[in-house]
Nanobody
């Protein structure tokens, strides 16, 4: 499974961006799609996840109420709508796929290339 992420860019604090992640195919081993981010000098952290087969969505506390993960099953694409962006949201954002839902990066077998989100204050 190959994942292609896009949509990053430069935005002012308080602004919005939408990230996209398209999977080359869907398999059982890639049932859950997640978004992670990694800021310079920091560990990769969980942002949000959703599965192709259910409507459940999970978010990191730091993004609840501001970010929304959604999916288009027909297009094999997962989106991350990011609103009210803050300077602390600045990071490289990665999409990933896993067999089961987890907030641990080690649980994800497939990773996209990352897309940079820059938030200016």
């Amino acid at each position: 499974v190959q994942l292609q992420a896009s949509g990053g860019g430069l935005v002012q604090a308080g602004g919005s961006l939408r990230l996209s992640c398209t999977a080359s195919r869907r398999t059982v081993s890639a049932n859950v799609m997640g978004w992670f981010r990694q800021a310079p000098g920091k560990e990769r952290e969980f942002v949000a996840r959703a599965s192709w087969s259910s409507g459940n969505r999970y978010y990191a506390d730091s993004v609840k109420g501001r970010f929304t993960i959604s999916k288009d099953n027909a297009e094999n694409t997962v989106y991350l709508q990011m609103n009210n962006l803050k300077p602390e949201d600045m990071a490289v954002y990665y999409c990933a796929a896993s067999l089961y839902g987890s907030e641990e990066a080690t649980a994800y077998n497939y990773w996209g290339q990352g897309t940079l989100v820059t938030v200016s204050s």
